[in-house]
């Protein structure tokens, strides 16, 4: 049996690279649009309104909060699935 350790959160995430890597794809279509929303992401919302760039600024932040919590979500329901399953134990 797991436990809940870091190991087992990290093999479950490593798990899904080839998932997060298609939902890369499917959100951003390429590395430079993620590198894109990754570059809005970091700057200051006030510099890309001065720059003219703030809806393209907000469209990138949701276009990464959506891939995050999509992520993040697919991990929690493997896991809620394997407590289910009787492969690891519920804590």
């Known amino acids: 049996m797991w436990d809940h350790s870091a190991q087992y959160w990290a093999i479950l ?47 990138a932040e949701c276009k990464l909060l959506v891939f995050m919590v999509t992520g993040a979500g697919v991990v929690l329901v493997e896991h809620v699935g394997m407590v289910e399953l009787g492969w690891v134990g519920p804590g």
């Open 13 to 59: 995430t490593a798990a899904n690279l080839p998932l997060f890597i298609g939902l890369g794809k499917v959100v951003f279509g390429g590395w430079g649009e993620f590198l894109d929303c990754l570059a809005f992401w970091v700057r200051p919302d006030l510099l890309s309104a001065l720059r003219g760039e703030w809806t393209d600024d907000l469209w």
